[in-house]
Structure formats: C-alpha cells, structure tokens
C-alpha cells in the first residue's frame, strides 16, 4: 500500500513570493505521483503528474514539481505566485502500472497574502 | 481536457428520503469511475469504484446497502445514498479514468454538497 505526507496544513507567502508546498511518499513499489488543486466547493483539477521520464514535472498555472526517488519526495513550487493561486493543494499517489487506487495526502491551504 | 460533471451540484433532503448523484464523463468514455466523500477541512476518502458493466467494489467499512452505485454506461454513473441521515452529510465527488496509453489520471467532477436535515 501507499500513503502520502503533508507536511504542512496551512502554508501562508505574500503575493509574488515563490512557494513550495512539502509532500513526500512511502511505497514499496514503483509509482506514479500527482499534485491537484480544489478551489472552495468545487472538485479537484489536476495541476501536474509524474508516470516516468524527466523528473521535474511541468504543470499548469506556471507549477512544477521534482521527484526525487531517493527522499520519496514530490514538493511543488512556484516561483512568484498570485492571489488566484489561494486554494487547497493535494498531494497523491498510486503503484504504477494498470489500474491502481490513488491515495491522497490531507492537503495544504496555501493562502496568498496581498 | 477530460471533463466530468456531477448533478446536482448541491442537494438538501429530509432524514430517511434518499438522494441520487450523477456523474458523467462528457468527452470521453470511462470504464472505471470513483467515488469519495470530503468532509469539511479533510482529504478525500475513496468511498468505491464503479466498473462499467459489473459491481462495484467498496472500501473497507463503506456499507454498499446505503450507498447504492450502478455504472450503466461508459458515460455515467450513479450513487445513490439511501435512507439518508444527518451524518451522511458530506462533498460527495466523483472521478473518472481516462485511458489513453501509457497514462493513468482521474479527472474529477465538481462534487455535490448533500445536507441532511
């Protein structure tokens, strides 16, 4: 089985600060990783993923995030973010290959401050 | 992208009515759907996961009594909570795989507020 760890249940940065929002994995098999994004009463949309390849991970709205194998790790970042940035963040993860079930992490807030 | 919309987005009932959620995968076909229930401030629990054509199959501790799930089409699904109470108040949201090869990413619904009274 896998889980996810959030870190940090509220992360609060100024407006054009950069930010990383911590997560990290345990898993005793390969697997794929996922960053989403829920704006308040709405579902989640998927901001970047991770299957293989390249290790640094592009995603929308200017997000990346590194896997790094060797601290099961998946931090996202941002460089300078924005108000419209405020939302809660998943982190979630799930064994490779074929259908596998998605575990997520118990999410951070990140709250932009103007 | 992959859209998935729910209806309806927010629902109130009387304790004891039950209440049916649809989830729909508008742009592609989704042979595999998922259910999860939020409670304020938490992360999601993954109630079930509804295979088009077959049963679904329950996590541990979810009754499939009260929470009736049908995957009728490659397009929609159906949760049905029965018999509802105060406590099943929640966000209800569902996911459906898309499949392309070589990917594996649930695209979610915008879930639905149910509120028991």
């Known amino acids: 089985a896998q889980s996810v760890t959030q870190l940090d249940s509220q992360v609060p940065v100024f407006e054009e600060a950069p930010v990383e929002l911590r997560c990290n994995y345990s898993s005793s098999v390969s697997v794929y990783l996922f960053w989403y994004v829920q704006y308040p009463n709405q579902g989640l949309q998927l901001l970047l993923k991770y299957l293989s390849g390249s290790t640094l991970v592009k995603g929308i709205n200017g997000f990346e995030a590194e896997f790094n194998k060797s601290q099961t790790s998946f931090h996202l970042r941002k460089p300078s973010v924005h108000i419209s940035d405020t939302a809660e963040y998943f982190c979630?993860?799930?064994?490779?290959?074929?259908?596998?079930?998605?575990?997520f992490g118990t999410g951070t807030k990140l709250q932009v401050i103007p | 992208g992959a859209v998935v919309s729910q209806h309806p987005s927010w629902v109130i009932c009387k304790s004891g009515t039950s209440v049916k959620i649809e989830c729909r995968s508008l742009d592609f076909q989704a042979t595999t759907m998922f259910w999860y229930r939020q409670f304020p401030k938490q992360s999601l629990m993954l109630m079930a996961t509804s295979n088009e054509g077959s049963k679904a199959t329950y996590e541990q501790g979810v009754e499939k009594d009260k929470f009736l799930i049908n995957h009728a089409s490659l397009t929609l699904s159906t949760l049905t909570v029965t018999s509802a109470h105060p406590e099943d108040s929640s966000f209800y949201i569902c996911?459906?795989?898309?499949?392309?090869?070589?990917?594996?990413?649930?695209?979610f619904g915008p879930g639905t507020r149910l509120t028991v009274l």
């Open positions: 979630a993860v799930s064994a490779s290959g074929g259908y596998q079930k998605v575990t």
């Open positions: 996911s459906a795989r898309d499949l392309p090869a070589g990917t594996d990413t649930q695209y």
